[in-house]
């Protein structure tokens, strides 16, 4: 029998692509050689965007800033956690200033607990929250330092994981978590010793391949039971229809030029400490 799988409501805060660019390369997916349309990446983002309406979800906006071609990765910018929020502070400088706009829109929208961290910090990125601890990546972007941080400042427990390999530079493109405490993951991003600390943590989480990887799929976004994904993540889809979820298709092309998929363009905003995965 497979489980029911719940939908709950969610909030989630984007960045319309509408200066999307591929001008610097601060990861191997990112060619600043080859032609990238932002008009193709914003059809791709509406597209993602009207998913989460149809769902019933919240989705509010950040407004995209000139300059800032990476911006529409949200992700990117704060761990929301009970209502407390974590911003960003970006490993390359040319991202950098993307941090302040987020924290701006925090702030103008009533959060009080808004923190800024004092290390390397690129937030949902490398941070995700299963719905009892927050899982947070190192290796590539952020500081372990950023983990402890995390730690005191929005209450939970963080579990330190070691990324490995370089296409997997964000946690959030080796691990998403489907419904509280389910996770997908791909094993060989990850050290042999956080290989162990999943297994312990997640015993029946979805294993994916390399091909699943490759194309983003554990870049998915998940509301317990809708989940979305990339075109080509077939394979991770059956597993998880297998699992009772309901995926459903993104075409990300465009968007993967600069290392990014769906949940890199969805910053989820959590209010209560419980409410969500
Ligand atoms: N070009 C961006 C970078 O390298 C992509 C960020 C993707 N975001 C994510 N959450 N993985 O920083």
């Known amino acids: 029998m497979t489980e029911a799988r719940v939908s709950t409501r969610r909030h989630y805060l984007m960045c319309e692509p509408r200066y999307f660019a591929v001008e610097y390369a601060i990861n191997p997916w990112m060619d600043p050689t080859q ?15 009207d998913t989460y309406r149809r769902w019933g979800h919240r989705v509010d906006f950040v407004e ?15 761990t929301v956690v009970g209502g407390r ?3 960003a502070r970006f490993r390359a400088p040319q991202r950098a200033p993307e941090a302040d706009h ?9 959060f009080r607990d808004v923190f800024m961290p004092t290390r390397t910090n690129e937030a949902e990125g490398d941070f995700t929250w299963t719905g009892e601890v927050l ?13 402890a941080e995390a730690q005191e400042i929005l209450g939970v427990p963080v579990v330190s994981l070691q990324l490995v390999d370089p296409r997997y530079y964000h946690l959030d493109t080796a691990l998403c ?7 997908a993951y791909y094993p060989e991003a990850f050290s042999p010793g956080s290989q162990q600390v999943l297994r312990h943590l997640f015993p029946d989480a979805i294993i994916a391949t390399q091909a699943d990887a490759e194309c983003f799929a554990l870049n998915a976004v998940s509301d317990g039971r809708n ?14 229809i297998a ?8 075409d990300i092309a465009e968007l993967r030029k600069a290392g990014g998929g769906p949940k890199c363009c969805t910053l989820e905003i959590r209010n209560q400490v419980d409410n969500s995965v």
């Open 102 to 110: 987020y924290r701006r829109w925090f702030v103008d929208h009533g």
């Open 177 to 183: 978590v489907l419904s509280p405490g389910h996770v």
């Open 135 to 147: 899982l947070a990546g190192t290796g590539f972007r952020t500081d372990p330092a950023a983990h």
């Open 35 to 49: 032609p990238v349309n932002a008009e193709v990446a914003v059809k791709e983002w509406t597209e993602l965007a």
């Open 85 to 87: 929020v974590l911003g």
């Open 64 to 78: 995209p800033v000139p300059g800032l071609p990476d911006m529409v990765f949200a992700a990117n910018s704060g």
């Open 243 to 250: 699992d009772g979820y309901e995926p459903t298709f993104l």
């Open 227 to 240: 989940v979305v994904l990339p075109l080509e993540a077939t394979h991770l889809a059956d597993r998880l």
